[in-house]
């Protein structure tokens, strides 16, 4: 008999449900996250049949910008990153679902606009009035978004429909600040509509780690500390600051922009225990419990055990790079 645990996981995270219409905002439309990241993996979900019927993306930003430009340039974008290449035909079938709104993240103003636009919308296509908003700005502004998003009620889910709020990372900047942000989305959405995301997550090497680990007979009676001698996980990009991101990240730097989330939710995958089920809270317990276990250093074992360093002037896949100091807005 098949263990039903062990076949979950070998049929992955790919047994979802096709997800109701709805509308996508996404704040931040002309940002480096939105067109080499989502755009790309919007446009492959719609290739794989794993996006609703109808369903509408609206880009908002302060740009001057209209549909037809900013779908444009979008599809440069999709050219170079979409995994699984770019087709001239699906993409504009996929484009017309594209739409492109002006505003500033500072003025309730324009949230009161966008409601109106999104309303419009929802009432030319059958969209549920289901909302996701997507939250791709500097992390300055995800106060600012979801202020405003409460000031216009977009935050409220409509009657016959659901609000809900993906966040990215950095989510804070310290600990202090990281509890703050939360509060401000526990006082603006409800818990079960708020999603704060990791992307490295839904990478496919990341997701395989819980198959290789639990639904593998060779590994499985292995992976323990008797029989492995140590963990390194090394994160080698092939991306220097492309996009304007050197504003961003020398700021973020590398311990909050990769280590605090990235690399510990991979070191999270690697160490922790089986969960009990496949949930999402199951899978965060065992998380949790290995995230307590990590022993913090002192300020002499950082001196001892960290190094910290920028990298310089050299050559990749047979092209000059600059150095981090030469990088673009650094």
Same mark, same amino acid.
């Given at each position: 008999m098949p263990d039903p645990y062990v076949e979950s996981l070998r049929r992955g995270f790919k047994s979802r449900d096709i997800p109701g219409s709805c509308s996508i905002i996404i704040f931040g439309a002309t940002g480096d996250l939105t067109h080499r990241k989502l755009i790309p993996a919007l446009y492959n979900l719609f290739l794989n049949k794993e996006l609703p019927s109808s369903f509408k993306i609206i880009g908002f930003a302060r740009r001057d910008k209209n549909d037809a430009i900013w779908r444009s340039e979008l599809e440069r974008s999709n050219h170079e990153n979409s995994r699984s290449g770019h087709n001239e035909k699906k993409w504009e079938e996929f484009s017309k679902s594209l739409f492109y709104f002006q505003g500033d993240l500072n003025s309730k103003k324009s949230f009161s606009d966008l409601k109106k636009y999104i309303t419009d919308h929802e009432k030319k296509e059958d969209t549920f009035h289901n909302r996701l908003f997507y939250l791709s700005t500097a992390p300055e502004f995800f106060p600012v978004v979801l202020d405003n998003l409460k000031k216009v009620q977009l935050n409220i889910s409509p009657e016959k429909g659901w609000s809900r709020v993906i966040i990215e990372k950095p989510f804070g900047s310290n600990l202090h600040t990281a509890q703050n942000l939360n509060q401000t989305v526990n006082e603006t959405f409800h818990e079960s509509d708020t999603y704060r995301i990791d992307h490295y997550l839904g990478k496919e090497t990341a997701q395989n780690i819980m198959v290789l680990r639990f639904a593998n007979s060779i590994f499985e009676p292995l992976w323990r500390s008797r029989f492995i001698d140590h963990v390194q996980i090394t994160c080698a990009e092939h991306l220097g600051m492309e996009g304007g991101r050197g504003a961003y990240y020398d700021k973020a730097g590398a311990a909050r922009d990769m280590v605090q989330n990235h690399l510990l939710q991979l070191l999270s995958l690697i160490a922790m225990e089986p969960?009990? %089920? /496949?949930?999402?809270?199951? $899978?965060? %317990?065992? #998380? $949790? #419990? $290995? /995230?307590r276990t990590i022993r913090g250093m002192g300020p002499e074992e950082v001196k001892k055990n960290v190094i910290r360093a920028q990298y310089t002037e050299g050559s990749l896949s047979g092209k000059t790079v600059p150095s981090y100091r030469d990088e673009d807005r650094v």
């Open positions: 969960p009990t %089920d /496949l949930s999402a809270n199951s $899978v965060r %317990d065992e #998380k $949790v #419990k $290995v /995230l």
